[in-house]
C-alpha cells in the first residue's frame, strides 16, 4: 500500500473514520517519502488521546468523521512515519548541538557549567 492508502486503512478501520483530509503540501510530502524509498515504512498517528477522531470533545469511538492531517514527518532512524492529525501539539526533538556536551568534568570530578 502506498503510505497515504496506509494512512486511510488505519483511520478507517481502527478509527472508524469515513476518510483523511490532507492540503496539497502534506499530499506532496506522503509522495516525495515514496519517492525517496520510504514507503515500506509504518505509519504512526499523532491524534489526541480523548478520542478515535481528531475532535478531543468528541468523546469515545465516533464513526462517520474525518481526520485531518496537519503534517507528515519523517523519521528515518526509527523507521517510521508520523502522521500529525488534527490540532495535537508533538513533543519536540532534542537540538542539534544539546546542552548536556558543553558541560565539563575537572580532574577531581566536579560538573564544570559551560561558559
Known sequence: ???WDKTRHIARTIY?????????RVRDKFAQFEKEGF???PICMAKTQYSFSTD????????????PIRDVRLCSG?????VVCGAIMTMPGSPRNPASQAIGVDKDKN???PS
Request: proline content about 6%; charged content about 15%; glycine content about 12%.
Open 1 to 3: 500500500m502506498s503510505l
Open 16 to 24: 472508524g473514520a469515513e476518510d483523511i483530509l490532507a492540503d496539497k
Open 39 to 41: 514507503g515500506n515504512y
Open 56 to 67: 478531543p470533545l468528541l468523546m469515545g469511538a465516533p464513526t462517520g468523521h474525518d481526520v
Open 78 to 82: 526509527a523507521e517510521f512515519i508520523v
Open 111 to 113: 560538573m564544570q557549567a
